[in-house]
């Protein structure tokens, strides 16, 4: 199975800083043949199914606001919020569908400092 | 737009099979390509997937469940189901089912979410 990692646990920041989480998956995620990172990011807010923020690394996914970032390739990935609104407090995830089983990284949650 | 719900018992006791559908509106599950999953994710805890289906009815299962999971699609009802078997208090969790992003391919991200449904385990 593919581990994934992120760090850090949690985080507070100060609103309309950026957050940054990092993800990292115990091997590549990168398919050579398409050139595409098998990763997403979700979103969870408490008492909600997770929401797709980002897939295939870095497209965000329609109707997500634009200061929601992906980056990275291969191992190691990274999502930015490049200014907290209050609204984005949660717990976010990232996920790999590169290989069978599917696994989720164990969340990082991100609260107002 | 198309909206998934999760349905069954929030109580099962030990050792007896855990049974969930997943109710698919707003599109049809036998007209479209795409598979479809589901996840859980005990209190406090990280989310796992437990397996998939195609709308023709292919699976997958996660290895560490394989032997007690069942996945399948009722295309006449636009639902897809799952059982779960001789459950034990570790399979209490917030059950959700989930559509895979891309059409004819399971190996995408989940695009659309049902609510959750909670399932305890105890006698």
């Known amino acids: 199975d593919i581990v994934m990692t992120q760090s850090p646990d949690s985080l507070a920041v100060s609103l309309g800083e950026r957050a940054t989480i990092n993800c990292k998956s115990s091997q590549s995620v990168l398919y050579s043949s398409n050139n595409k990172n098998y990763l997403g990011w979700y979103q969870q807010k408490p008492g909600q199914p997770p929401k797709l923020l980002i897939y295939w690394a870095s497209t965000r996914e329609s109707g997500v606001p634009d200061r929601f970032s992906g980056s990275g390739s291969g191992t190691d990935f990274t999502l930015t919020i490049s200014s907290l609104q209050a609204e984005d407090v949660a717990v976010y995830y990232c996920q790999q569908y590169y290989s069978t089983p599917f696994t989720f990284g164990p969340g990082t949650k991100v609260d107002i400092k | 737009q198309l909206q998934l719900q999760e349905s069954g018992p929030g109580l099962v006791k030990p050792s007896e099979t855990l049974s969930l559908t997943c109710t698919v509106s707003?599109?049809?599950?036998?007209?479209?390509?795409?598979?479809w999953a589901w996840i859980r994710q005990p209190p406090g805890k990280g989310l796992e997937c437990i397996g998939s289906?195609?709308?023709?009815?292919?699976?997958y299962y996660n290895p560490s469940l394989r032997s007690r999971v069942t996945i399948s699609v009722d295309t006449s009802k636009n639902q897809f189901s799952l059982k779960l078997s001789s459950v034990t208090a570790a399979d209490t969790a917030v059950y959700y089912c989930a559509r895979v992003k891309e059409m004819s391919t399971m190996y995408d991200a989940f695009d659309i979410w049902g609510q959750g449904t909670m399932v305890t385990v105890s006698s």
């Open positions: 707003g599109g049809s599950i036998s007209s479209t390509s795409y598979y």
């Open positions: 289906i195609s709308y023709s009815g292919s699976t």
